[in-house]
């Protein structure tokens, strides 16, 4: 069982920078892929970046490649999200997920979730 809590949203500027934290629980973390999601209203949720258990590999979908790192840390069982030069389409609430086998996949294929935090970028 893994226990997800995002934070760090909040409001910026248009090029400016936030950095999310997905804090877990359990002494499993590092044997976890973890992915962020983002969802603005109306719309579903998407992929925005995933990293594997040992963080050696990540992903990222083209939309935010080049602008957002993702890391981890697994001394403290946390996954970051650095996200630079946001734009107003960044605006949404992101995700965190946890699971054991999927890296890079649907919503509906991770095992555990965070209750989101929200990110509005202002222009």
């Known amino acids: 069982q893994v226990q997800l809590v995002e934070s760090g949203g909040g409001l910026a500027q248009a090029g400016g920078s936030l950095r999310l934290s997905c804090a877990a629980s359990?002494?499993?973390?590092?044997?976890?892929?973890l992915a962020w999601f983002r969802q603005a209203p109306g719309k579903e949720r998407y992929f925005v970046a995933a990293i594997i258990w040992s963080g050696g590999r990540t992903y990222y979908a083209d939309s935010v490649k080049g602008r957002f790192t993702i890391s981890r840390d697994n001394t403290k069982n946390t996954v970051y999200l650095q996200m630079n030069s946001l734009k107003l389409e960044d605006t949404a609430v992101y995700y965190c997920?946890?699971?054991?086998?999927?890296?890079?996949?649907?919503?509906?294929?991770?095992?555990?979730w965070g209750q989101g935090t929200q990110v509005t970028v202002s222009s």
């Open positions: 997920a946890a699971d054991l086998n999927v890296v890079r996949g649907r919503p509906s294929e991770y095992a555990y």
């Open positions: 359990g002494r499993t973390f590092s044997s976890y892929n």
